[in-house]
C-alpha cells in the first residue's frame, strides 16, 4: 500500500508514526517532511496547498491513500480534487471543512441544529460591531471568521480590548479576508476538552478526549500559541459526558452538516467547553488538533488506518469508542526561544539516543535534515510524548525528556497535564 501524508509538523510525524505501526509493509510519502518523518517516508516536494498539483502527483504515482493533515488545503478543495479523479483520500470536502473555515457558518449551523454553543452575532461593519460590544460589555470574545492559524480569536477581559481586537479585524484587516467577517461571543469559562470523531458523515468512531495547553506560560498565562502540550485521556470525561458529546454535539453536527448539502467525511474536532450551564462548544475543526494528536494516537490500540481507509473509500463505520491502552500521555511541546513572537530558526538540535523508547516518543514540528544536522525550522519544534500509568508519573518523564532536547533558546512548559495532576492529587487526599 501507497500512502500520502499532506503536511509536515507534529501532528503528521504522529500520523505517519501510527500509519506506520498499523501498515508496517507500507511505504509512505510526505508533503515536505520535517526532519523526524524524512527518515520514515519519500518527500513529496509539493506545497500542501497546491492541490491540484497534488492530485496530479498521486495519481501518476499510484497512491493507494491520502491523509491531510492541516486545515488549509482542506479548505483548499484537496479532498474535492483527489476524488474526481477517483483517488481515495481522508478528509472532509471544502464544504464541509467550512465548520472550521467559516466561523460564521459554523456559529450558524450550530444555532439552527440548537448545538450548545456561545451566544454570537456576526458583523462585518465595524461602527455595528463597536456598538455591540459597548452594548454587551465585557468579559467578551472576537473571532476573525476565516482561518488565521490559530490567532484568530481573542479573549477579552475589557471592552477597550475587544474594541481594539474588532479594528484590527474590520479597521485594519491584519487578518485580510479572514478577518472581513467577525463573530463576537460569550464569554464562557470552563475546562476546555478536545474531542477528535472519525466519522463516515453518519458514523463515529470517538478518540480518547485530550486537552490542549494553548498559553505559552505556566499556570496557562501569556499570550496563546498553536498549542504548548496535551495530555489524554481526562479523568472530568465520565462515559455519561462522553454520551452527551455524542449525542448532543456530534451526532447532530454531523445531522446538520449531511442535511445543508456538505456531508462530513473525516475527523470532526470538537473543542468543548464544559461551561456552568452545561456543555458547550467553543469551536470545530476540520482536522486532528496539534499537539493533542501526539497525545491520543500513541495511547490508541485499534488501527487508525482500518478507520480512515474505510471513510477514505466510501464504507460506513461502526458506531462506537476506539480502544486505547490503559496508560496516560503527555506530549511537552519545546519551542524556539521568542515563540509565539518571532524567534531564530536554523539552531542545531541535540536529541540524547537513549531518550526514546516504547514509552517515550519525539515527534518532530518544525525541523528539517542537513545531512546528519537537525535544524529548528519553526516556532513549535519537537513534542515529546511520555506514555506511563499515572498522569504525574507521565507528566514527569515528558517534562524530563523535554529537558534534554538541547537548542538555543529552547524552552517548554513544565506543567503540562496540572489541571489532571490537581485532580488527582485532590482523590488520594
Ligand atoms: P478558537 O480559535 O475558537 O478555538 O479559540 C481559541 C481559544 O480561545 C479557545 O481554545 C479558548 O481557550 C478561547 N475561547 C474561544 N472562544 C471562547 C469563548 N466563547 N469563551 C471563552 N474562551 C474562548
Ligand atoms: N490544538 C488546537 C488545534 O489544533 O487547533
Not at 524567534?343 to 539516543?353: H, L, R, S, T
Request: charged share 25%.
Amino acid at each position: 500500500m501507497r500512502i500520502m501524508i499532506v503536511g509536515n509538523g507534529g501532528r503528521e510525524h504522529a500520523l505517519l508514526w501510527k500509519l506506520r505501526r498499523d501498515a508496517p509493509a507500507a511505504s509512505f510519502f510526505a508533503t515536505h517532511p520535517n526532519g523526524g518523518m524524512a527518515s520514515d517516508c519519500e518527500n513529496v516536494e509539493i506545497e500542501a496547498t497546491d492541490v491540484e498539483t497534488l492530485s496530479g502527483w498521486a495519481a501518476s504515482n499510484r497512491i493507494d491513500l491520502t491523509v491531510v493533515g492541516p486545515e488549509a488545503p482542506l479548505a483548499a478543495g484537496i479532498v474535492d480534487h483527489f476524488e474526481k479523479i477517483g483517488l481515495p483520500i481522508f478528509g472532509p470536502h471544502a464544504n464541509a471543512a467550512r465548520i472550521e473555515s467559516s466561523k460564521a457558518y459554523s456559529k450558524e449551523l450550530m444555532q439552527n441544529a440548537g448545538i450548545p454553543t456561545a451566544e454570537h452575532r456576526t458583523f462585518t461593519d465595524l461602527p455595528t460591531a463597536e456598538a455591540w460590544i459597548l452594548r454587551q460589555g465585557a468579559p467578551i470574545v472576537v473571532k476573525a471568521s476565516g482561518l488565521a492559524a490559530g490567532k484568530g480569536a481573542v479573549v477579552c477581559m475589557t471592552e477597550e480590548e475587544a474594541l481594539k481586537a474588532v479594528r484590527s479585524m474590520l479597521g485594519d484587516f491584519i487578518f485580510g479576508e479572514a478577518g472581513r467577517e467577525v463573530v463576537i461571543e460569550e464569554f464562557l469559562e470552563g475546562e476546555e476538552l478536545s474531542v477528535f470523531a472519525v466519522t463516515d458523515g453518519e458514523h463515529a468512531v470517538i478518540l480518547q478526549p485530550s486537552q490542549d495547553h494553548k498559553r505559552v506560560g505556566e499556570g496557562d498565562t501569556g499570550p496563546n500559541t498553536g498549542g504548548m502540550g496535551a495530555y489524554a485521556p481526562v479523568s472530568i470525561v465520565t462515559p455519561e459526558l462522553m454520551a452527551e458529546a455524542r449525542s448532543k454535539v456530534i451526532q447532530p453536527t454531523l445531522h446538520a452538516l449531511a442535511e445543508d448539502g456538505s456531508p462530513f467525511r473525516g475527523l470532526l474536532y470538537a473543542g468543548l467547553i464544559q461551561s456552568k450551564s452545561g456543555l458547550k462548544v467553543i469551536e470545530f475543526n476540520c482536522r486532528f488538533g496539534d499537539p493533542e494528536t501526539q497525545a491520543v494516537l500513541p495511547l490508541m490500540q485499534d488501527s487508525l488506518l482500518d478507520l480512515i481507509a474505510t471513510v477514505a473509500e466510501g464504507g460506513k463505520l461502526t458506531p462506537g469508542v476506539a480502544s486505547a491502552r490503559s496508560d496516560v500521555a503527555v506530549a511537552t511541546v519545546v519551542a524556539s526561544g521568542g515563540y509565539p513572537g518571532s524567534y531564530e530558526k536554523g539552531k542545531e538540535i541535540n536529541i540524547p539516543i537513549q531518550l526514546e523508547s516504547e514509552n517515550c516518543i519525539v515527534f518532530h514540528a518544525g525541523t528539517t535534515r542537513r545531512e546528519s544536522r537537525i535544524l529548528t525550522s519553526g516556532g513549535r519544534v519537537l513534542a515529546v510524548t511520555a506514555l506511563a500509568p499515572s498522569i504525574g508519573q507521565a507528566a514527569k518523564a515528558s517534562a524530563e525528556a523535554a529537558g534534554r532536547i538541547e537548542f538555543e533558546g529552547a524552552f517548554y512548559r513544565r506543567d503540562i497535564g496540572w489541571r489532571e495532576r490537581s485532580r488527582q492529587d485532590q482523590k488520594k487526599s
